[in-house]
Each structure stands twice: as C-alpha cells, then as structure tokens.
C-alpha cells in the first residue's frame, strides 16, 4: 500500500508556466513552479528514488505528474496523476493510477506556500490505505513531500524527502 505514497510524495517535458495559458485556472496556479520540469529525491537510508515530471495539459487546463520510483534490482513503479480545476466544487482535484493496479482520487489546496493533500483514500487489490500529503517548496529549485497514512494510533510518517528540479 506505500507504494502510491511514494508516488504522491512526488519535466523538462513542457517548458512552460502557468503565464504561457491564459485560461489556467486559478486554482491550479500554486502548482504551476513544478510544470515544465523533473524533480528527484532520494528516499533516506534507501537507494531508492522518486522522480515526478509535470507537464501541462489543455494549454494550462490540467496539469499531468508522470512519477517513477526507481529500486536497485526491482522494476520501476509508475504512476501518473492528473490534476485538474473541478468548476462545480471550486476546488483542484486529482486521479492516480499506478503500473501495479492502484488508484487514488483527492483534492489539492493551498495552505500558504505550501500544497496540502487531504486526508484519501488509496485502493488495491482490494485494500484500502488513507493517506495524506503536505508540498513545502524548500527555495527555488525543491520541494518537501511528507507523506503520512492512518493507522489504528493516529497518523504516522512514511517518509519526507527534499524533490530538487533536475536541469
């Protein structure tokens, strides 16, 4: 069940800003510093990696996270999110689908500089896991993910990791 978490924790692909759209909604445009690039962290104590590209969608409409946890011996773990502005709830919403059959759906808000995943649920084989996940840029050029998941005492960290932007 970690596994979608670590995808959630976090492309040269697109190139572009949020300024490039004129239609972005506002919603969306506190996620706009990580479109256009790669970000990598390396989880700690592990030699395990996570890399997340965003690109735009839709000039500025959606914006897609491609994300590849990478394992020494093991193959890749891949999941692909897509973030979009929901009119009728004035909110951003997101839905995940992982290589391995996972699937999550939530919300993104903002909470000063940082990006706040409430409290979702992720679904596989038949199990479910309710996760949460806050951003903090850390500078110009990375980003905090902490993930957390519920369990029977309250919530626990499965990990933090510093995301730096890949040139």
Not at 10 to 28: C, E, H, K, Q, R
Not at 46 to 60: A, I, K, M, N, V
Not at 78 to 87: A, S
Not at 95 to 108: A, D, F, K, M, P
């Amino acid at each position: 069940m970690r596994r979608l978490v670590w995808g959630m924790a976090i492309g040269a692909v697109a190139g572009v800003s949020a300024a490039t759209f004129a239609d972005t909604p506002s919603g969306l445009k506190p996620m706009a510093f990580l479109a256009g690039h790669c970000w990598t962290g390396a989880f700690p104590g592990s030699p395990r990696t996570d890399t997340h590209c965003f690109q735009w969608l839709y000039e500025g409409k959606a914006l897609r996270d491609v994300h590849t946890v990478r394992s020494p011996g093991q193959p890749d773990y891949v999941g692909e999110t897509t973030y979009f502005w929901d009119p009728a709830a004035k909110r951003v919403d997101y839905l995940y689908i992982e290589n391995q059959g996972g699937v999550s759906r939530g919300t993104v808000t903002p909470d000063g500089d940082a990006l706040v995943f409430p409290a979702t649920q992720y679904v596989a084989d038949g199990q479910t896991m309710t996760y949460r996940v806050r951003w903090t840029p850390v500078g110009a050029d990375a980003y905090e993910a902490w993930s957390e998941a519920q369990t029977k005492d309250g919530w626990s960290t499965m990990f933090k990791l510093v995301l730096t932007r890949q040139p």
